[in-house]
């Protein structure tokens, strides 16, 4: 286990930015800033025309840190511990189950609390309690 | 200019995650671990990142949508439904057991391809297959009979 620090600040200062992109995308493009939902539907079954649109949400993303490098010239720290066949099933789970349950930390944790949707608490709640009970087997039952 | 904007409003989100701490998955493992509560490991920050988005969200979202309609579009495309269904409880009970394993979500993996590690290549391209696989099983014809006709990815 990597210990890591508590930046709150940090961190409410990115939630807040994370905030106010889903405000602008709403503006925007009248949509959920929901990146499960984003990212499934650049594959098919096609059901619209905003491909390119979802495209471009998606390479704004991975482009992010690229981006972040060159301005400051460094990254923070990302310590990846899990190994290829837990990065596989836990990757084939967390894409499954956020399709499946109609979306992510972002659609349902933010966009949906936001809302005030109870379908989204119900699912935030869900997902929170599974994470936390999958860390506590795997980090206290062995 | 739609698109354009689009990749802006990604590159800030995707910024908002690296700042935060959402793009390293040690941090989000040590969030999930309450068991290290007494031991002191454990790492609140997430919950930081949650109240700051949600707060700037939820005055965002109130004032976005009192507008006829949104800037590149002909309405806002809101989700409608209510009803909590056996997947809107499966489905993130699955999705959490995934995000427990390799501390990534679906924006922060994506984020993460950017830093440039294979893992993060490991975890996005089953994290994809998941996904259409997901999509393939709403869309079989024996489960439709079931399900709401509404959009089966609507949040």
Not at chain 2, 103 to 112: R, S
Not at chain 2, 114 to 135: E, P
């Amino acid at each position: 286990m990597v210990s890591t620090s508590f930046t709150p600040i940090a961190s409410l200062v990115g939630g807040a930015m994370i905030g106010a992109a889903a405000v602008l995308l709403m503006w925007a493009t009248g949509r959920i800033a929901g990146v499960s939902g984003i990212a499934a539907r650049l594959f098919p079954p096609y059901e619209d025309r905003e491909f390119a649109g979802r495209l471009a949400f998606v390479a704004g993303l991975v482009v992010a840190p690229v981006l972040v490098r060159l301005v400051t010239g460094s990254l923070p720290a990302q310590t990846i511990a899990a190994g290829p066949v837990v990065l596989v099933v836990g990757g084939l789970l967390t894409g499954f189950g956020s399709v499946w349950g109609s979306g992510c930390t972002s659609g349902h944790g933010v966009c949906g609390l936001s809302r005030l949707s109870v379908r989204s608490l119900v699912a935030t709640m869900t997902f929170m309690a599974a994470g936390m009970a999958t860390v506590f087997v795997m980090r206290h039952w062995s | 200019m739609s698109i354009l904007v689009q990749f802006a409003i990604g590159l800030i989100f995707g910024i908002g995650l690296i700042v935060s701490g959402m793009s390293n998955p040690a941090k989000v493992l040590n969030f999930l671990d309450v068991g290290g509560i007494p031991a002191g490991t454990w790492d609140a920050s997430l919950a930081f990142v949650m109240a700051g988005a949600v707060a700037v969200t939820f005055i965002g979202f109130s004032r976005v949508l009192k507008l006829a309609r949104p800037f590149f579009a002909d309405r806002f495309y809101l989700p409608t439904r209510r009803d909590i269904d056996p997947r809107i409880v499966a489905g993130p009970a699955i999705f959490g057991i995934g995000w427990g394993l390799a501390g990534f979500c679906p924006g922060p993996a994506l984020t993460a391809l950017g830093f440039g590690s294979v893992s993060a290549v490991i975890f996005v391209a089953a994290m994809c297959a998941g996904m259409v696989l997901a999509r393939f099983v709403a869309h079989l014809p024996s489960l439709s009979r079931f399900v709401t006709p509404a959009d089966p990815l609507e949040t």
